[in-house]
């Protein structure tokens, strides 16, 4: 996997005399959570994620649904279910049974089985919500020739050569996305108040915990990374790069369409086309 992402050069921006702003690029890759980023003016600097990888993994999938490559966005939108299970079982057994960010890196790197994930996954589900037959997702619908559900769907693709309809991975999109933000936002840490309007998000809190495991690790100060002061890095835990908009609480009942989604995935691709386009220009000259 890799996506472009781009933020103001901090270097830059610690220059009293620089009056410009200057655009960095860089790549997200396996090379977690950093990130090297490079500006217009030649500086190297690290970015820190705090953004989930299935994230950027579903706005793959509507990058190639614009462009028409379907059996491409199908694959990315499966491909961010299965790092959403992933993410949600380190984020139950990080708050809820205290395992650290680097104990779980290394346990679910050893699992490249899909259905070894998915048996993780159904049983933090269970011991998080008393439920883990995940009937939410096992009996979506994708309407067709013949009727399937996703998984039915899945492994006529990946096993028997299916190739789906444009409406088929319209579909499946739409639906995962529906099903992440949901479990997403009602997925709570172990400290949240019953009381509390405003829940945290368990996900978010296992990335930011990652990130300060990663700072402690490199001997690097996380607080004066987070406030600038520390030019070598800088960290992106905005929802600016992707459509999921997971820093922000959406209302279930009311949530965008696919069409909006690919507008809004539209969005982001012109601007860090024309951002690069930028960069290396001003490199060249």
Same mark, same amino acid.
């Given at each position: 996997?890799?996506?472009?992402?781009?933020?103001?050069?901090?270097?830059?921006?610690?220059?009293?005399?620089?009056?410009?702003?200057?655009?960095?690029?860089?790549?997200?890759?396996?090379?977690?959570?950093?990130?090297?980023?490079?500006?217009?003016?030649?500086?190297?600097?690290?970015?820190?994620?705090?953004?989930?990888?299935?994230?950027?993994?579903?706005?793959?999938?509507?990058?190639?649904?614009?462009?028409?490559?379907?059996?491409?966005?199908?694959?990315?939108?499966?491909?961010?279910?299965?790092?959403?299970?992933?993410?949600?079982?380190?984020?139950?057994?990080?708050?809820?049974?205290?395992?650290?960010?680097?104990?779980?890196?290394?346990?679910?790197?050893?699992?490249?089985?899909?259905?070894?994930?998915?048996?993780?996954?159904?049983?933090?589900?269970?011991?998080? !919500?008393?439920?883990?037959?995940? =009937?939410?997702?096992?009996? $979506?619908?994708?309407?067709? @020739?013949? #009727? /399937?559900?996703? *998984? %039915?769907?899945?492994?006529?693709?990946?096993?028997?050569?299916?190739?789906?309809?444009?409406?088929?991975?319209?579909?499946?999109?739409?639906?995962?996305?529906?099903?992440?933000?949901?479990?997403?936002?009602?997925?709570?840490?172990?400290?949240?108040?019953?009381?509390?309007?405003?829940?945290?998000?368990?996900?978010?809190?296992?990335?930011?915990?990652?990130?300060?495991?990663?700072?402690?690790?490199?001997?690097?100060?996380?607080?004066?990374?987070?406030?600038?002061?520390?030019?070598?890095?800088?960290?992106?835990?905005?929802?600016?790069?992707?459509?999921?908009?997971?820093?922000?609480?959406?209302?279930? !009942?009311?949530?965008?369409?696919? =069409?909006?989604?690919?507008? $809004?995935?539209?969005?982001? @691709?012109? #601007? /860090?086309?024309? *951002? %690069?386009?930028?960069?290396?220009?001003?490199?060249?000259?």
């Amino acid at each position: 996997m890799s996506f472009k992402i781009n933020c103001i050069c901090n270097i830059c921006e610690s220059i009293p005399e620089n009056t410009q702003i200057s655009f960095a690029i860089g790549y997200v890759e396996n090379l977690e959570p950093e990130v090297k980023m490079k500006c217009s003016n030649g500086h190297v600097f690290t970015a820190l994620l705090q953004v989930p990888k299935f994230a950027f993994m579903f706005e793959n999938g509507l990058t190639a649904f614009n462009k028409g490559f379907y059996i491409e966005a199908f694959s990315c939108f499966y491909s961010a279910i299965e790092l959403f299970r992933i993410d949600f079982s380190s984020a139950y057994f990080h708050s809820y049974e205290n395992k650290s960010v680097n104990e779980l890196k290394k346990h679910f790197k050893s699992i490249k089985i899909s259905e070894r994930i998915y048996g993780i996954y159904k049983l933090a589900l269970g011991l998080y !919500s008393g439920d883990s037959e995940d =009937k939410e997702f096992t009996t $979506i619908k994708i309407k067709g @020739n013949k #009727n /399937k559900n996703i *998984t %039915e769907l899945r492994n006529l693709v990946v096993h028997a050569g299916h190739i789906p309809s444009k409406n088929e991975v319209e579909q499946v999109g739409y639906s995962i996305y529906k099903y992440i933000i949901k479990i997403y936002q009602t997925f709570n840490i172990k400290e949240h108040d019953a009381d509390d309007p405003f829940p945290w998000p368990a996900i978010m809190q296992y990335y930011f915990d990652s990130i300060v495991e990663y700072c402690q690790e490199n001997i690097l100060d996380y607080q004066d990374i987070s406030q600038n002061k520390d030019s070598r890095y800088t960290i992106i835990a905005s929802d600016t790069y992707t459509g999921l908009k997971l820093n922000t609480v959406l209302e279930i !009942s009311n949530l965008p369409t696919f =069409k909006d989604l690919l507008e $809004i995935n539209k969005g982001h @691709n012109i #601007n /860090k086309d024309v *951002t %690069e386009k930028i960069v290396n220009k001003e490199i060249a000259i």
